[in-house]
């Protein structure tokens, strides 16, 4: 069983937001009408750079299940010497041992042509997790009020525009409340209605269910535990099935879908892994939410059919790595790290679940065994080890 860090699982208190008491404020927002940049990643995680009180350029991830305009890793605020204006209540939606965090000042976030003035954050350590990339902050759903906020996870693309959506239809226009500055959808579980927060800071599950849901659905193959989550103030044992029943979201139907457990909250929370298949526009004056399903990502679009005994000659020590099968799954780990889980992309060629952009690949010898691994790492070099021969 893999421990996942804070960064994987909660790592911008997506399943509880931030509360609304002096935890962010921020000036009209100003700048030219449309703005369209390049949607980085952090994981699976969209993210853009920006500029904070005229410097950078910073790597910020964007989390519309976080409530507020902004939050800052400490390291950040230590190096722009940001001041200390306040504190707000944290917690992951449990309700359970909330904790106070610093809220900073800052004078500007400047995203593409777009500037965001006096924007109050809160802040803490955003990068506990080895496994992901830096980020030096998180822009939150409210920053984005005064715009259509476009995640367009197929083109890559992040867009600002003014405007709003045609009236929701219930099929690829739905509407959303926010009662806390996350926008909430209605998920259909087989027969079951549940509400669903919409979730680019989720990298861990596509559909996470509460288990009072979960205890009334049928399941087409045994949940399994796949992980011990820490979030921000409490440890959770994470499992994961595969449903008889349809989850549907608007006009788009997952049959048989892979779902995890359990929420932290009494809503359900649709993440990364399902949201990637979308172009997203969120207008919140209106309170409506556009969805618009483009092509898969380019490692899922490729991906190949593989089976359990498939993965037979990967399983080994690879220097500091492990590779290991488990319940028809790959995992690679390395020592001192979380378990990862694999996802192919072509023959003896992988990529990280929860981090897409990585890339790791297998060497096999003339006889057709595997005799090394080569990971691809931050800096752009390939790490290679030989397996250990038995």
């Known amino acids: 069983m893999r ?39 952090r994981g699976s995680m ?17 989390d519309t299940g976080g409530a507020g305009s902004a939050r800052v890793d400490s390291s950040l605020v230590e190096k722009l010497k940001l001041p200390v204006v306040g504190q707000v209540q944290a917690g992951d939606g449990s309700g359970r041992n909330v904790r106070s965090m610093d809220v900073v000042m800052l004078d500007s976030i400047v995203l593409g042509g777009v500037e965001f003035k006096s924007v109050r954050a809160g802040t803490r350590n955003y990068n506990a997790s080895p496994s992901l990339p830096r980020i030096d902050g998180i822009l939150g759903f409210n920053l984005f009020s005064d715009y259509l906020l476009t995640l367009d996870f197929p083109a890559k693309r992040v867009r600002l525009e003014r405007g709003e959506l045609p009236k929701a239809d219930g099929m690829e226009i ?25 979730d680019s800071g989720n990298s861990v599950g596509g559909f996470i269910l509460p ?43 997952y049959a048989e879908p892979t779902i995890t457990y359990p929420a932290l909250s009494e809503d359900a929370n649709v993440g990364a ?35 359990a005994t498939d993965f037979k000659d990967y399983p080994g020590k690879y220097g500091e790595r492990i590779v290991s099968v488990e319940d028809g799954t790959l995992y ?59």
């Open 46 to 62: 969209p993210a853009v750079e920006v500029i904070v009180n005229g410097q950078g350029p910073y790597l910020f991830a964007i």
């Open 211 to 253: 288990t009072a849901l979960v205890e009334k659905l049928t399941f087409a193959a045994a949940p399994v535990k796949v992980a011990t989550a820490r979030t921000i103030s409490n440890e959770v044992e994470i499992k994961e099935g595969r449903l008889k029943e349809t989850i549907r979201l608007g006009r788009f139907e």
């Open 273 to 307: 892994k399902v949201l990637r298949e979308f172009s997203l526009s969120f207008d919140q004056k209106h309170k409506s939410l556009r969805l618009k399903r483009g092509a898969l990502p380019e490692a899922a679009r490729q991906a190949p059919a593989v089976g």
């Open 3 to 41: 421990v996942l860090k804070a960064a994987l699982f909660a790592l911008s208190f997506s399943l509880l937001p931030l509360s609304s008491h002096n935890a962010v404020a921020q000036t009209a927002a100003a700048g030219p009408p449309v703005v369209d940049v390049p949607m980085l990643f």
């Open 332 to 390: 690679l780990q390395r020592q001192g790290g979380p378990r990862m889980k694999l996802a192919p992309v072509a023959k003896d060629e992988f990529t990280l679940e929860l981090i897409p952009g990585a890339k790791i690949k297998f060497t096999r010898s003339d006889d057709g065994k595997v005799t090394a691994i080569s990971v691809l790492n931050r800096t752009g070099e390939w790490e290679k080890a030989a397996k250990d021969q038995p």
């Open 174 to 198: 739905l509407s959303f409340e926010n009662p806390q500055g996350v926008p909430v959808v209605e998920l259909s579980v087989g027969s079951h209605k549940v509400r669903a927060h919409i």
